[in-house]
């Protein structure tokens, strides 16, 4: 709800977390000359009955993502956070740890990264190889991209 109210993609805690793991401040990750954000939902869907946020409609990505991207090019990286990214661009049916775990086979020009809110926390812990292997080689790609 935050986002929503700022109008700002990632104007919250889960936005810190994401430009803390993206390497970049605030300035550079909302610099439109050289960073896109494109949302899976282009509005915030709501709340669910325990609280937690609705799932992207789909009618959304059916609608503008293809438009989206074509308008963007040929793009040099794309960052896919969380899971319904993960199938929108992927495919499959795999689980975000599945996915993610999978990097490799996407760097790259793409990175899946589980969703940065703090709901994720105990999957960061668990998953140590993430900060340890992943967000490094991300920041590298990130660095060679923006120069």
Known sequence: MRVHAAGKPFWDRSGDRLRDWLGLDADAFYRREQVAIVPMAFCFPGYNKAGSDLPP???????????????????????LVGGYAHRWRLGGAGTVTETVRGWRDHAPRVFP???????????????????????????????????
Do not use: E, Y
Request: net charge positive; charged share 20%; glycine share 4%.
């Open 113 to 147: 990264l589980p969703h940065p809110s703090w709901r994720n926390t105990g999957w960061l812990k668990k998953h140590s190889w993430f900060a340890a292997d992943l967000l490094p080689a991300l920041q590298t790609r990130i660095k060679d991209v923006l120069q």
């Open 57 to 79: 409609p789909r009618i959304c990505s059916q609608t503008w993502h293809d438009q989206v991207m074509d308008m963007l090019g040929d793009v040099p990286l794309t960052v």
